[in-house]
């Protein structure tokens, strides 16, 4: 009865400010989220990268293994996306991988690992939270444009702080006390505004083609937990960093893969992204709690 107690406690609050959001969207279509979009990429996500990585305990050794991980699971999503794709007779393979590629590990991963695993599973989550945000704006854009463009990555404000805060793991910088309240209130409002973000894109995304973003998103939720499953047991992982990195590995495909393709693919394509995207998250409201329950028995 513990862990059902417990897996309600981690879940209830992700999904019911989802609901908030979902219902925001639906009252009010026209409702604008290019704040929290702007607010998220430019200074959340920077802040909650510091946080999570410099204040919570974790060490360069974690950081690095799990990147290297994580990096390694990436190879195994393309893999399986290149399978699906080709079996589903997409045109353009090269410009639907994203989805498959780049889950929801900071929308929903995040705030699931912590609530699950506290601030060590948060700072074991935010290490590949880091790695998937790296790869949204260099192997994201490069797929969705085919074409790699370096100024991206100098524009963009997680890149800097991914630097910063392997710079402070490295040589075991203690974070000054300012930097670490300012960055802890700024991560938790950053959950919020995009956690509630998330329901808002999902009363927004409309399913051109069902079955074929069924079948994909099959090889997202279900598929991937199974990846994740497979690293723990050849790199022999236990605690709450194997958990971590299975609910990591078990998110839907990321809203941010939506955001890249509207600005460097074709409509077709994009509203394909879009497909994927909705209805591998609806499906994960059903096989997320079967996975965090699975985490939490075994890897606690």
Not at 186 to 197: D, E, Q, W
Request: charged share 10%.
């Amino acid at each position: 009865m513990e862990i059902y107690l417990k897996l309600f406690e981690v879940l209830f609050p992700v999904f019911f400010v989802v609901g908030i959001g979902y219902y925001l969207g639906k009252n009010n279509p026209k409702i604008d989220t290019t704040f929290i979009t702007n607010f998220a990429a430019n200074i959340g996500s920077p802040a909650m990268i510091i946080y999570s990585l410099t204040c919570t305990g974790t060490s360069f050794e974690i950081f690095k293994n799990y990147f290297w991980y994580y990096l390694i699971a990436i190879m195994a999503f393309a893999f399986i996306g290149v399978i699906f794709l080709f079996f589903l007779k997409t045109k353009d393979i090269i410009r639907e991988l994203p989805p498959f590629i780049m889950p929801n590990t900071g929308n929903m991963g995040l705030p699931i690992c912590l609530f699950a695993y506290g601030s060590q599973g948060l700072g074991v989550a935010a290490a590949i939270s880091a790695l998937i945000i790296l790869c949204h704006f260099t192997l994201g854009i490069f797929l969705a444009d085919r074409k790699f463009n370096i100024n991206v990555i100098l524009k963009n404000p997680p890149f800097y702080a991914i630097i910063i805060s392997v710079i402070f793991l490295y040589f075991k910088i203690e974070t000054p006390t300012f930097i670490e309240n300012t960055t802890f209130l700024l991560m938790y409002a950053t959950i919020f505004l995009i956690l509630m973000s998330l329901g808002i894109a999902l009363t927004r995304f409309k399913v051109f083609s069902f079955k074929k973003a069924l079948i994909s998103s099959i090889g997202r939720v279900i598929l991937g937990p199974i990846v994740g499953l497979l690293l723990i047991k050849y790199f022999d992982l236990s605690g709450f960093a194997a958990g971590a990195l299975l609910i990591q590995c078990s998110m839907p495909s990321a809203v941010l893969n939506y955001l890249v393709a509207s600005i460097y693919s074709p409509k077709k394509i994009t509203d394909s992204v879009a497909s994927m995207i909705a209805v591998s998250t609806v499906m994960s409201f059903i096989t997320i709690p079967v996975v965090v329950f699975f985490a939490l028995k075994y890897f606690n």
